[in-house]
Every structure is written in structure tokens, then in C-alpha cells.
């Protein structure tokens, strides 16, 4: 055991400046791969694929065999818990997902009290696969949605421009969504824990949404769950290494500063590196955050764009990722040019 | 003149807190006012009734005869402006503006060197009219779109989710991009010089996309572009108060802070008060930031994000407003009740 190679994505994780920052791309597994796209058709939906060991493990491998990224993701959806918590959850191509939405106590009562582990199998599965066929020197993680995130498409039913249903509801009745928010502190709990017994190395909780909320709402609705989740997971997995990903929290970046047990955050585009560094602490890791349109553009654009982001953390440990998920125009030849620019660095 | 009553907004855009903060609300003539929907059928189109200062003039009284406002602001669109330029420009209802996209130089060829001010005539008979039928205590607000939010519906024909088509082409080509936004940093100058001149008090810039550009791109685009504005609106109108509203500004904040003559800047929900006090020198007035869901929803939810604003800004001159446009399913109602609790603050 002692002469596995050490892990940078792990090695930076825990706080240390690596000589050069591990790389690996938020949905790096994905639509922009032509060998994705063609093994995508053999399922009959994305969920479908998702649930298939066969597939998700492909998925998983595939950018990690092209582009030698450092970690590998879990190939999954943040969607796939409120499907275990029996909500109807669905993804029409190129429409996004859609949810038999929450709108009220009945509809929030027809929730299991917890998920379906037996529907969810299939992800620990792929887990475990991944594991054993990764090259040594490459990271595993897990992830799961924010309870935030994840109640805000079970109330819409989808995916909205400022996702106004849900911030319509916990105004309207806040005690019934901390409720909703309750359970969902509990299912990703255990989900994750799961997920890092079957062999992720480092989890990531995707608060995609988080953006929207003002600063009372932000705390109550965002940080206060993901420092649940955080503290949960850690009470039964005390080196568990889990990364917060609040997307658009801007000026409130610095109320993650006090969630212990956090190991990084991820910075989405328009956060300033400098920014983020005077307002978390040093044994916090920053993760980030290339424009994914810099990616889709190429050229001088995206080198300028990388090495803004290559000199912008100074001696903070970082990890070097876009600031949201690459989109599915991007060519490969942009991403092995990305690769290629981090690791001269 | 000086038995004229003193105008608490303009008090509070000079730099002095009020004992009770001036309100007024973006988007406050328009689709939730009963009496807005009756006329705005009696036009053809949208830009048909901006351009006819009869329902634009009357657009702009009814809030302020409703509610009491203390500042009316001209009752137009951002998009006059590229109409103006000689782009098209159409407004589909429920669908948002349509534009013929700018895709390559021989697009932005096609621009008139200036606006055609017989077109936007009607806005400053609108802002002459107005003035004089104003309450002696009610200031008069004229607005222009900022160049990159403006620039960023001209490229993509359309608004989306984050703008992406502008951020692409200023990514591929920053010099015809950069010729874009010097073309509409001309056009709004002059077409705020014009609105001063015709009666307006103070004048707003709007750039409702700046939170998409990463900190390289929102100096370049945004920060810069604005300064430039208000630089050239002061050259020749010295005392012109400007607020800029930079919704999404976050953590960029700050770079407004060294902008010369900027009299207000404008929050957007998410930035807390606290943060805006910090980052902006105590010359510059606030003004904001109530979420506009908030107002939706009323109850006691609206009460406390009320009470959360009135009490964030400590000894700061601050404008109450909302975080971004009143939307169209507000009540009336809620209106009314913000206003009179705002008023007993």
C-alpha cells in the first residue's frame, strides 16, 4: 500500500500548494466526447444510463483515458435522490430534467422517509469498478446535490431561470420547505456515506443554485444544510474529504469560512481568486474557475483565461477546474490544449 | 424656485441619509398595475407604446399617483437604442425582445454612425411632459441600458440564460467587440445628455448582465465602458447625478469604488449592505436591494426582508428599492404594504 503513488488532486485536497495544480472538469464525463455520445444511445434514457454499472463506469473512464485528468466523478446526476425518495424524475432530451413537482404538505408527505437504497445500488457499483480500474495516481470522487439545490427542481418540477418557485415557497412557508430541506440533509448524508465506503476518496456537494438566494436565505437555505451534511458524513467518516461547490455566492463566500471539516470550495468564473482567498482560511483548498465559454472559444482567449487562473491563487493549495460544467460544444482539441497549458505550468 | 419642496431621493443621491429612505421601485410602471395592462392594449406593440409619449407619459404617472413614489422614472427600454442604431428590434408578447443577431464585422457595419434622434424623440417629450405634471417632491429618472448588457442582447438576437453568444464573441473577436461597445458608449452618452436635458434629474445605467463576465471581462466590459459613460455625461453635464446598477456585480463591487462622479450604485438581492458599505467610499449612495419574490409572496416574509434592508445600511445615504424589476404577479397589495412600512421606518 505504501508505494501507491501519492495523489495530487488528494495532496492538494488537504491543504498543500502542489508544484503544479491537479486539473480534473466539472461534467468532464459528457456530451462534448464523441465516445459518450455514441455509448449514450445504447440506453433508453439518461436515467437508464445513469443506473447501468456498465455504462456509468465507462462514462466515469472515459476523459480520465483521453486527457489524464487527476480525479475521475462519479457519472451520475444530483437528481438521482429526490428518484430514490420516490418523486417522479425524468430527463427529456435536450429539455433538462423534469419532476412531478412538490407544491404542498401532501405532496411533500408522499416522500419515503429515506431513499431507495436498491434503486441507488447501481451508483456504489460503479464506484467500486472505477476504483479498481483507475491508474494509481488518479482520485475518485463522489458527489451529491445541495439540499437547496436538489428541493429547488423538486418544488419547480425543472430547471427555471432563477428557480422563483422554490424561493416563492420557503417564503410562503418556511417551516414546511425547512422540512423538505430536513430530509434532504438526511438522504444526502447517508448517500455520500455510501458513496465513500464503496471507494470515493473525496465527495463534492453541488449547490448549483445557491446564487439566487439573499443573505438571510443564503445562510438558512444553503450554508446551514451543507454544514449538516458535512458534519454528518464526518461524524461516522472522520477523513472524509468533502468539497462545498456554492455556485454565485459571491459576497458570501466568507460564510463557509467558519463550516468545519470543509476541505475546499469551489469557485465558480466570476469569483476573483484574491477574493476567495482573503475570505476563507488557509486549510481551506480552492477549486477552479476557468469561464467554460473560455474553453468553448479556444485560442488566445482561453490561454490568457488559464493562466489568469494558473497565477491567481498565489501559494493557496489549488485545484485547477472550470467554474461551472464544460459545456457539450467544447471541442476535445480546447481541452487537451487546456491540459497540456496546466501541466507546463 | 427655492420655495420648491426639497426632493428627498435627490437629497439622498447627493450623499445624505434620510430620515426616512426615499423608495422607488425598478420597473414600477408596467404589467402588475391593473392600470398599466388597460392601456398598454391600446397600442400596436411594445416599442409602439414607448415611442407614444401620450401612453408613455401616463405609463410613467400611474405608480406615482398609486403609490406615492418618491422618484418616477421615464417609461421606455433598454433596446431603444440598437432600434435607434438601425438594428431590428421587436418585442413578442410573453417572449421577450427579438433582435436580427450581430454576428461578424459587415453586421456591425450596418449600424448607423448615431442614433436617429427623430426616433427617440418621443422619449424626451415623454420626460418634458412628465415633469412638469410631477408632484413638486417626486424626482424624474431618465435610464439607458449599459453598453455591455445592451452589446450582449445585439450579438445573441435575444435574451438566455447567461449571455453566452456576447461572451463567445468577445472571447473570438475582441476588437470588433471592443468596437461594439465603444460605438453604444458614444450612443448612450449623447442619448443621456438628451434625457438631462429634457427634464430628467438623475439617470440610471442598467446592466443587468454584468454578473456573468469573469474579473478580467467585468473590468473591460463593464466597469470600464460605465466609467466611460458617466465621464463623458459629466463633461458636458457636470452636475449630472448617475447611478450605475451592475446587478451581479458581487465581489466586483469594489471596482466601482474609483469611478469619478458616480452618485449611487445600485444592489442587486444577493449583495448583503454590509458589504456594499465596505466596498464603496461613503460618497456614493445605495440603493436597493429587496428581492423582488419577497414582494410576491407578502406576509411575514415580506415584512422581515423589508425590515432586513431598512435596518443594513446603518449611516449610508440609501434609496430603497428592489434587488432587480418588480415582476408582473406582485400584488398590489404588497405594494402598498411595503411602501407604508418603509414610510414608518
Redesign the interface.
Known amino acids: 500500500m505504501s508505494s501507491r503513488p501519492r495523489k495530487l488532486f488528494l495532496a492538494a485536497l488537504a491543504g498543500e500548494r502542489q508544484a503544479r495544480p491537479p486539473i480534473w472538469l466539472m461534467r468532464q464525463a459528457g456530451r462534448y466526447l464523441p465516445e459518450y455520445r455514441e455509448i449514450r444511445g445504447r440506453a433508453a434514457s439518461f436515467l437508464d444510463f445513469c443506473y447501468t454499472p456498465a455504462f456509468a463506469v465507462e462514462a466515469t473512464l472515459q476523459p480520465i483515458r483521453r486527457f489524464g485528468f487527476d480525479a475521475a466523478i462519479l457519472f451520475s446526476d444530483i437528481l438521482v435522490i429526490p428518484d430514490a425518495l420516490g418523486q417522479m424524475v425524468a430527463f427529456e432530451s435536450g429539455e433538462g430534467p423534469r419532476l412531478d413537482p412538490i407544491v404542498d404538505a401532501a405532496g411533500l408527505a408522499k416522500l419515503a422517509e429515506e431513499p431507495d437504497w436498491m434503486r441507488l445500488a447501481p451508483a456504489f457499483e460503479t464506484l467500486e469498478r472505477v476504483k479498481t480500474a483507475l491508474p494509481g495516481d488518479v482520485a475518485l470522487i463522489g458527489f451529491c446535490g445541495a439540499p437547496w439545490t436538489v428541493a429547488s427542481y423538486m418544488i419547480a418540477g425543472r430547471g427555471t ?1 432563477d428557480q ?1 418557485p422554490a ?2 415557497f420557503a ?2 412557508q ?1 417551516k414546511l420547505f425547512a422540512q423538505l430541506i430536513e430530509r434532504l440533509v438526511e438522504a444526502s448524508t447517508a448517500y455520500l456515506l455510501r458513496q465513500l465506503a464503496a471507494g470515493a476518496e473525496a465527495v463534492q456537494i453541488f449547490d448549483s443554485w445557491a ?8 445562510e438558512r437555505w444553503c450554508v446551514a444544510p451543507v454544514a449538516a451534511v458535512i458534519a454528518k458524513v464526518r461524524a461516522s467518516a472522520p477523513n472524509a474529504q468533502i468539497i462545498a461547490f456554492p455556485r ?1 455566492a ?4 466568507g460564510k463557509f469560512a467558519h463550516v468545519p471539516g470543509l476541505a475546499a470550495i469551489g469557485l465558480d ?4 481568486p484574491r ?1 476567495a482567498i482573503e475570505a476563507l482560511p488557509g486549510r481551506i483548498a480552492l477549486q477552479g ?1 476557468l ?1 467554460p ?2 474553453l ?2 479556444g ?1 488566445a ?2 490561454d ?2 488559464v493562466d ?1 487562473v494558473l497565477g491567481g491563487f498565489g501559494e493557496r493549495a489549488h485545484i485547477f477546474n472550470l ?1 461551472h460544467g464544460i459545456l457539450p460544444e467544447t471541442p476535445v482539441e480546447h481541452v487537451e490544449r487546456l491540459v497540456a497549458r496546466v501541466r507546463k505550468a
Chains 1, 2 share one sequence.
Open positions: 431561470p422563483a424561493r416563492l417564503y410562503r418556511p446564487g439566487v438566494l439573499p443573505p438571510a436565505e443564503f454565485g459571491a459576497t458570501q463566500l468564473t466570476a469569483v476573483e477574493v474557475n469561464d465559454l473560455a468553448v472559444a485560442g482567449g482561453l490568457e483565461g489568469r467554474g
